[in-house]
């Protein structure tokens, strides 16, 4: 990034606890069951998903200019998050209106890149990833939304290695 602050002091929430209850909360054993041999299952089903999982999955990712948690920053939530068959909408809220077009290699593009790699990363191949800026949340809405999903331009970020080290950074748990 270019060390320009575009949000020096955002307003920061308290975290929600997880719904989930991971296997240990539940009372199952963390280590791998030699005595359980699930079934193999039929290539054509699919497990499940929701949006509390999807949520899950991208609640912690840091913001690039802040030591909090787009949670926590009310960048991401469960409410902006809608499934489809196979597809993916996530919708996200700028803490500003107005990372510009020539720095959307700040905030707005660093959530989003974070988003989908932690998805990319989580999720089966079969799922198509959308991304978007909350209606009304930025001053060039559409013409953010256009560069968001541009796979080329994701591509290209993926290859540079001091926006991946950002990256990873992001995507290291807050706190």
Same mark, same amino acid.
């Given at each position: 990034?270019?060390?320009?602050?575009?949000?020096?002091?955002?307003?920061?929430?308290?975290? !929600?606890?997880?719904?989930? !209850?991971? !296997? +240990?909360?539940?009372?199952? &054993?963390?280590?791998?069951?030699?005595?359980?041999?699930?079934?193999?299952?039929?290539?054509?089903?699919? %497990?499940?998903?929701?949006?509390?999982?999807?949520?899950?999955?991208?609640? &912690?990712? *840091?913001?690039?200019?802040?030591?909090?948690?787009?949670?926590?920053?009310?960048?991401? &939530?469960? %409410?902006?998050?809608?499934?489809?068959?196979?597809?993916?909408?996530?919708?996200?809220?700028?803490?500003?209106?107005? $990372?510009?077009?020539?720095?959307?290699?700040?905030? $707005? +593009?660093?959530?989003?890149?974070?988003?989908?790699?932690?998805?990319?990363?989580?999720?089966?191949?079969?799922?198509?990833?959308?991304?978007?800026?909350?209606?009304? &949340?930025?001053?060039? %809405?559409? *013409?953010?939304?256009?560069?968001?999903?541009?796979?080329?331009?994701? *591509?290209?970020?993926?290859?540079?290695?001091?926006?991946?080290?950002?990256?990873? !950074? $992001?995507?290291?748990?807050?706190?």
């Amino acid at each position: 990034m270019n060390g320009e602050i575009f949000n020096a002091n955002p307003t920061v929430y308290a975290s !929600k606890r997880s719904t989930r !209850k991971s !296997k +240990f909360e539940a009372g199952q &054993s963390l280590w791998i069951d030699e005595q359980y041999q699930p079934e193999l299952s039929n290539e054509s089903e699919v %497990e499940p998903i929701d949006e509390d999982e999807i949520f899950d999955l991208i609640r &912690s990712i *840091a913001d690039p200019e802040h030591p909090n948690s787009l949670e926590e920053l009310r960048v991401v &939530s469960v %409410e902006q998050i809608e499934l489809g068959d196979n597809h993916i909408m996530v919708e996200f809220t700028p803490t500003v209106p107005h $990372c510009g077009m020539s720095t959307l290699i700040g905030e $707005c +593009f660093y959530n989003r890149l974070s988003i989908r790699v932690r998805l990319m990363r989580s999720l089966p191949q079969r799922f198509k990833v959308d991304i978007r800026v909350k209606p009304g &949340s930025h001053q060039s %809405e559409l *013409a953010v939304n256009k560069q968001l999903n541009d796979k080329e331009r994701v *591509a290209a970020a993926l290859e540079n290695p001091a926006l991946v080290e950002t990256l990873e !950074k $992001c995507l290291e748990p807050v706190g």
